[in-house]
């Protein structure tokens, strides 16, 4: 066995732990146990300042901090950023009561776990095995390290065969090199042979995972869900299920699946934005909201800061956002406002963040029934995407929608015809274009419709019966003319009759638009209208001998 | 919240807060003239008594709950000693001797073998034994042996009625005991308790996990 003291003095060791009593309880025992160069931190983001600021040898990490980052998210952030080698030791201190919750991470696994309350002897006895196993895997560790994935592989296969009592911690690093190197079936018999003798939870979930890598999704699922009835909160379980029904098209149990992953383990950020964005997808925007909230909040001083998580709550709180909303609607869309401000202060820098920032920003004024100012926030979308140099399909279809929001629909035809000309490639992209083309038309269409029928009026009103016949005929081409309309066409053509003279062609226009028009019941209110005309219509029919 | 959390809450800061009162009173007396130590001892005896009575608690709750207790690499001359220190404190008078070889490993749950091995030293310690010997084994399965020079169990005892609440005591703990053996799988097989007698004199407890 290792001398631990001898191997303590050289090592940098950071200890972090929220409460002030058991950070210097801890390192006053480390200092015992022979450890000279030590840092404490308070939370996740003290813990990542020195983290990047130095190279350690040893972290000894409580596993609830309270309000920030948990003890494995450092971990997987201290791994994810490459600032923990895999010769550097993690340690994981948990109370009892929260053990079964905290093991089982396959990905980012600490190499031990230290159940809280302890004595200094226990820590001395504890530490010695963690180091000393630790100094047996030297050397794969090292390879992987120095990247030379291969030699960690062959150098662990030939050490579990020497030691068995190695088992465990080897059977670790072969599967999680195996499944890098995606030598699957490698990894789910180097599984088996464990499971064979020792019951683990995570060697499970390791063989559910490369079956599913080797596509067989059900055969992955019956082992997830039999890993879950013996271990109810080993949450990974949880997620690999939401990915597999994800792939499987089934959307609706994905986000069941995530959704009880995060009601065991809420603070993950990346969780809460997958769960978000599943949400999205079943338009189901009130647990969306709730999710991109929480990873805005969780990920606010982490490496998973994301604007998209700001963008999404955006997105997803609109529908539940109108002038007359009350105080629900007046706290999101404050939120929202709220948020915008954070993006342009965090991320000025970034064009596109703050180009989305004013779209969503006008959308929201917008739904608010505050059109000024969300023709404001539209222009300076306009502003900054005039910078943007080559901006994406996808930017230009949302300042497409900002244009049609605040009536600037002449801005919005223009730039759908040039996305047009440029080319539209995904399907996604297409769909989109033709959903804001078919909505633009439809606004343009009505107006239209609306302008030519007044015209039509005016020059009917002054005696001018041709210019309305083509005024009138001109809005009754449009497949949306209204009844009205109809009307108004077929009124104008049979005044020019009686008073000019009678034409073939105008009496088959009434006709269709008749036709168009369709029956009308006697309790409508332009009944009396539509008899008169009709009876007009067969006089002059009749006159013309057809 | 459900009435089984809350429970667990309570049970959960009884012992958070007992753990506290112990290191407490081990500075007190670290502070105090050695002469009233004799006043002090007895207080933290209790305390400590009362802090491993409440860790039982604990697990038996969440065995109860059919709560999943890990199992992992863990190392019995270690669990012993921890067991060890857990518990002389209240019985300073009696010898240990620990003959587990360092390298011995097994596959348990280290919390509750801990648990294990502190009641059986209680046990021990009840029926008047005043030496106990720990070894263990990882040649074929994994066994852990506790032998001390008590009167050894009666025969009804030894007949098996260990739930039996008539006698207080060793009866529960053994079946305390039983049950964390019992927690311990391997597909089919899950861990077994053997008692015995000792000749002359003592007893001794076998815990046999696959």
Redesign the interface.
Known sequence: MINLENELASQRILIIDDLVEARTSLKKMMVTLGASHIDTAVDGNEAMKFLHEHDYDMVLSDYNLGKGKDGQQILEEARYSQRLRATALFIMVTGENAVDMVMGALEYDPDAYLTKPFTLNMLRERLTRIVDIKSQLQGINQAVDDGRIDDAVTEAEIVIKQHPKLLMPLTRILGRLYMQQQRYHEAIRIYSDLLNIRSVSWARLGQAICMHHLGDPHGAIALLKQTLSKHPLYVQCYDWLARIMLELEKPEEAQQFLQKAVDISPKAVLRQMELGQIAVANEDYATAELAFDAAVRLGRFSCYKNSDNYLHFAQAVQSRISPEGGRDSRVRADKVMRYVEELRQDYAGNSGVMFDSSIVEGKTFHRLGQEEKARKSANHAEEILARIEDPSLDQQLQMTEAYIETDQHVKAKKLLRKLQKQGLDENAIQEEWQRLESKLNEITVRKYTTELNARGVDCYEKGLLEQAVEAFDEAADFEEAGVSVLLNAIQAKLSFMEEKEIRVSYLKDCHKMFKRIGPIGDTDERFERYDRLKNTYLRLKRAAGL | MKFDQLV?AVI?DLKNQL?ALLDYEREAIEQVPENYHQHLTPILQRTNRLKNDT?QL?SLFRLGEQ???????A?PM?TV??AI?ATSLQFPTIKFHNQID??C?G?YS??LLHLAIITLITNSAQAGATEIWFKASDEHGFTITIEDNGPGFPPEILNGEWDSSKREGSGLGLYFVELIADHH???EQHGQLDIANRTPTGARVTIRLP
Do not use: A, T
């Not at chain 2, 709560?67 to 690499?73: G, Q, V």
């Open positions: 667990g959960h753990q860790l604990v709560r999943h207790f890990p199992l992992d690499d190392w270690d000693n921890d220190e360092e390298q490993q596959f280290e919390m799988r391997q597909g």
